[in-house]
């Protein structure tokens, strides 16, 4: 079969003498990969790099004609970042967490951000207009603002990182439950998250709420994930989801201590599979050392009590906060074996790809630079085994991974890295290779005819690491594996058109004023900030 | 005429946003809600700058067209081995980036200002980390207020004001009020002293003694300030509590802390010039308070134990952090040091001292950081925008610095600008040109332009976008 591609777009035909022709015969061709969920930019991220020198000393990359120096190796700088994902055949990334007081920062970083198309979510869980509007019942006025700061800040999705938790971090504490009060507002995270729902639903943004659940990395929270999901069952239409339960190992945990942890994934992967409103992604754990940071300040607190490592904590007024600690994740610690267990029993028990997405929530549960052995973990049992003979006792013991006989095929890799990611995310044009679509092509020199990935995880891995071909937007940036032209890619944010836009009067610039220490002007980003905007049109129902 | 609101000020660190500007035929001839330094440099800005470039030749400075000063410092860079590009924390984010694109290409080392202020602090946060916010979460929340070896009433005129005593946040007062209360007190017993002087005919006494004594204000419930610095500011004559300390005493004073918030008892009398119950007094309300805040300044990074100090202070934070909450806070200099740091690292890895000579990012200051290259004598050219290294730098750099050939890219005339062998004169970034900055908490936010520049002087960004252009083509031909 032949592919044809004109003006950065896939076409029905070209003229064939005129065109250059690459010769894909045995190997795959799969639309460029879709990551919904990666820390590449903004203020976090780039703390994260400010505090760890250690992790770029031994993984550098020098300048080259084409390309511009940089560094790893966990939170690679920025022009690394898009090589990086560009030689593994990935064309488009989620930047996943945006304090909107930061924005600016957000999209100066993914700027420069070579090779990839991009988009990033604000953090709309704690902040204050939200809380406020949310605890008086008033879901349209509530709409208005969150349309007003997807443009003002140019996001994409609404993100809710642990809801009611960050505003209570603001005094040192933390929520316990999706009912618990969250200090001085007197509103619940349930009604947060039920409430935001419904502004997505009512604004029709193209991917749903992105939730960080409550209690996140605590043993015993799978609970808390499923009833997470559960709060927002009834809001759902015909079958189509309406809640994405982000890097869902670290929120399926069993147990009531570390000693008890064990995994919550069979139970998580029931409910899924009944249900047809939720879409997971993995936040798949790797064995090595890495840089975890969130915007779940209590989180991170909790994790430098637990590891001792360095700590940074950012709070942002009126809005969220952040943490970032280093970490090492061991084979021979139980608990992290059996975090790496959950993330693939996730992934193999729900028996719809289109429900869970690979990703390692980079680089919390390790750089985005392993999913080529996550792929081969998914593929073969045997790939698998090997890596649980040399995890800790009673982590093997517990798993379930042995007893799981499936493997994907290079199909459901296929929805798990790109086509599933691309649906959810409402973005039509990604995932997919049908006319029309854009011309962002992985091609990777392995044959599926020849090569048994069960077997052959090896070759396998190998030709993930390094896509054969890469095409972006028309054009080839990456042959065997080195990147041979460097583009910019374009950033989607979604422009919502209400009935009623947000009125911007002299009161609302006194609340500016009294909430945040910048004066209203000064809060959006100009026109003309961004190179190369991608505005998605959407007319909302209010 | 004309008035632009919510201009950011291009000075200190504060970087506020909420400055009203009049303008007629564009010259700015009135300034709202500045500070008395904001003020000044949006009213005088222009009364001593280069308008046009200029090249040394025979020993003199002597005017010149761009092109051929832009021509001349791309070829000094282009035949450089070890140039070094050095300033950056008074521009843009977006000629910062451009910068360090050069710095690559030319395989040199890039440096910025935090390398002399606070170097140390960056240090520190790769030790230790760091437990930071923005600054209006002090605002709303903070009931502890800590300024540490820093003088804000000075330095940062309006930090008061704006993020932690004397504004009003949705938890906590502003304490303005019982201020000015104070100060009225402090100045009428003077009077009356004096009065009683003049009655009595007694001589003027010395100076008074430092009052170690609680204010009454501690047992009320709001807001309070600590100051600690070596000698009496006006923040200090402000705060609820001033710790007078000695010299170099900061780490030990630290220390102190850090025990005595464990209930640790000291078998001590003194710790740096302080009674050992005052500490205990101010450990305690720093246990006792809702959020509490350290600010610091130079006096704490640039005194005996430089990063060792910013250490202990962040592992105070650190600890008190299990009792209550806790947050520390970098008085950054210029208004756009901070800002620097983030594009350094987000485009290298590394906030400041990067070199380049490898074709890839490497960071180790002592090595790497342009105070030891020149002392060392091993760059072989020097590129100085919008700083002045002339003036701050030790002398054996600055013969260094000056031996080689140097370009300044500068508005303003300077020691540096005097020294230098080309000098391209630039657009002033926050009144003539627009772009980003960082506020001291990384709060991006926008510089305006409010005013034209003159014809003659190009923003940053085009000169440095200039030299490239000139460098990569003088690099091709050679090659």
């Known amino acids: ?36 969920h990666c820390h590449i930019a903004g203020t976090d991220v780039n703390t994260g790099r400010l505090l760890r020198p250690e992790d770029h000393f031994r993984d550098v990359e020098a300048k080259t004609a084409v390309t511009r120096s940089g560094v790893g190796y966990s939170i690679p700088s920025t022009f690394t970042t898009g090589y990086r994902y560009s030689r593994m055949g990935y064309t488009t990334l989620m930047n996943p967490s945006m304090p909107p007081l930061e ?45 007003w700061i997807m443009a003002a800040t140019r996001g994409y999705a609404i993100k809710i990182v642990n809801p009611g938790g960050l505003e209570a971090w603001g005094f040192g504490s933390n929520v316990k439950s999706l009912d618990d009060t969250v200090p001085h507002f007197n509103i619940t995270p349930r009604e947060i998250i039920r409430g935001l729902c419904k502004v997505n639903k009512l604004l029709n943004l193209p991917h749903t709420i992105h939730v960080h659940t409550n209690n996140l990395g605590k043993p015993g929270n799978y609970v808390t994930a499923i009833e997470t999901m559960k709060c927002v069952e009834d809001l759902a239409e015909e079958n189509r989801p309406n809640i994405h339960i982000t890097h869902c190992q670290f929120s399926a945990f069993k147990g009531s201590d570390w000693q008890t942890m064990s995994s919550g994934a069979e139970e998580i992967a029931k409910y899924v599979n009944h249900h047809n409103h939720v879409t997971l992604d993995m936040g798949q754990v790797i064995f090595t050392n890495t840089t975890t940071m969130t915007a779940d300040g209590p989180f991170q607190y909790g994790l430098y009590q637990l590891s001792g490592n360095k700590w940074v904590n950012h709070d942002v007024e009126t809005e969220t906060s952040g943490g970032i600690v280093p970490f090492t994740y061991r084979r021979k610690s139980a608990v992290n074996a059996t975090q790496w267990s959950i993330g693939l029993e996730l992934a193999l028990l729900i028996k719809n790809p289109w429900k869970i997405y690979l990703t390692t929530d980079h680089p919390n549960g390790g750089p985005f630079t392993s999913y080529p052995t996550i792929i081969t973990w998914l593929m073969s049992q045997a790939a698998r085994k090997k890596t649980i003979n040399k995890i800790h006792k009673r982590a093997r013991r517990n798993s379930l991974l042995t007893s799981i006989e499936r493997e994907f095929s290079f199909y459901e890799i296929a929805i798990v890295t790109r086509a599933g990611q691309a649906k959810t995310l409402g973005l039509t044009q990604k995932g997919q290779l049908g006319v029309g679509a854009d011309a962002d092509v992985a091609i990777y020199n392995v044959n599926h005819k020849l090569v048994d990935p069960s077997k052959k995880y090896k070759k396998v891995r190998r030709a993930f690491k390094k896509a054969a071909y890469t095409i972006k937007g028309g054009e080839v940036v990456v042959k065997d594996g080195e990147i041979v032209k460097t583009v910019s890619g374009k950033t989607f944010w979604v422009d919502v058109k209400t009935s009623l836009p947000l009125e911007v009067n002299d009161d609302l610039k006194r609340k500016f004023r009294e909430y945040w220490t910048v004066e209203y002007e000064n809060y959006p980003l100009r026109k003309g900030f961004l190179h190369n905007p991608a505005p998605i049109s959407i007319k909302a129902e209010v | 005429m004309t008035i632009v609101t919510g201009v950011t000020c291009p000075v200190c660190g504060t970087f506020c946003d909420d400055i009203e500007l009049v303008v007629e035929n564009n010259v700015i001839v009135d300034v709202k809600n500045a500070c008395a330094m904001g003020a000044a440099k949006f009213l005088n800005y222009a009364t001593h700058r280069n308008l046009k470039p200029l090249i040394r030749k025979n020993g003199e400075l002597i005017e010149t067209s761009l092109n051929e000063a832009v021509g001349k410092a791309a070829k000094i860079l282009a035949d450089a081995n070890y140039p070094i590009l050095y300033g950056w924390s008074c521009t843009s984010c977006e000629a910062i980036r451009v910068g360090l694109e050069l710095a690559e290409e030319v395989g040199g080392v890039i440096d910025n200002t935090s390398t002399v202020c606070h170097g140390p602090s960056i240090l520190s946060v790769q030790d230790v980390g760091i437990v930071s916010c923005t600054l209006g979460q002090i605002r709303h929340r903070a009931d502890l207020i800590f300024y540490w070896a820093s003088n804000p009433w000075s330095a940062h005129p309006r930090h008061i004001e704006r993020y932690t005593m004397f504004t009003e946040g949705r938890f906590q007062k502003s304490t303005w009020k019982g201020y000015i209360s104070r100060l009225g007190g402090v100045l009428s017993r003077k009077r009356l002293r004096r009065a009683a002087n003049l009655v ?58 850090r025990m005595l918030i464990q209930n640790e008892e000291l078998n001590v009398d003194k710790v740096a010039g302080v009674p050992i119950e005052l500490l205990e007094e101010v450990a305690d309300v720093m246990l006792d308070c809702k959020l509490g805040v350290f600010f610091f300044g130079l006096g704490l990074t640039m005194s005996e134990g430089k990063h060792r100090n910013i250490d202990t202070a962040i592992s105070l934070t650190r600890d008190l952090n299990q009792r209550t909450k806790f947050l520390i806070m970098p008085m950054r200099g210029h208004y756009n040091v901070t800002g620097v740091n983030v594009v350094f690292t987000w485009q290298t890895g590394y906030p400041y001292a990067v070199d380049f000579s490898r074709g890839y990012p490497r960071y180790n200051p002592g090595e790497t950081s342009v105070i030891d290259i020149l002392s060392r004598g091993e760059s072989d050219a020097g590129l100085s925008i919008a700083s002045d290294p002339v003036a701050h730098f030790p002398r054996e750099a600055v013969q260094n610095l000056v031996k080689n050939p140097l370009i300044a890219i500068d508005p303003e005339v300077t020691p540096t600008t005097l020294m230098a062998d080309v000098v391209i004169p630039s657009s002033f970034m926050g009144i003539e040109t627009e772009g980003t900055a960082y506020r001291m908490d990384h709060v991006p936010l926008p510089l305006k332009k409010v005013v034209e520049p003159p014809k003659t002087c190009l923003s940053d960004v085009e000169i440095l976008q200039r030299i490239l252009s000139q460098v990569r083509k003088l690099r091709r031909t050679s090659n």
């Open chain 1, 103 to 147: 924005a600016r920062h957000t999209h100066e970083e993914l700027e420069d951000t070579p090779m990839v198309d991009k988009a990033t979510y604000p953090l709309l869980g704690d902040w204050w207009f939200v809380l406020e509007h949310l605890r008086d019942g008033l879901i349209e006025e509530c709409a208005a603002h969150v349309a």
């Open chain 1, 1 to 36: 079969m032949d592919l044809a591609i004109n003006n950065g777009k896939i076409v029905e035909k070209i003229n064939e003498n005129k065109a250059k022709v690459i010769d894909a015969s045995g190997m795959i061709v799969m639309p460029g990969g879709v990551d919904i």
């Open chain 2, 200 to 257: 009595l005919r007694r001589d003027i006494p010395a100076t008074p003694k430092i009052e170690r004594h609680l204010p009454y204000t501690m047992f009320q419930k709001k807001r309070k300030m600590v100051v600690v610095d070596t000698r009496k500011t006006r923040t200090a004559e402000a705060a609820d509590y001033f710790l007078q300390i000695e010299p170099n005493k900061d780490y030990e004073l630290l220390q102190v802390f």
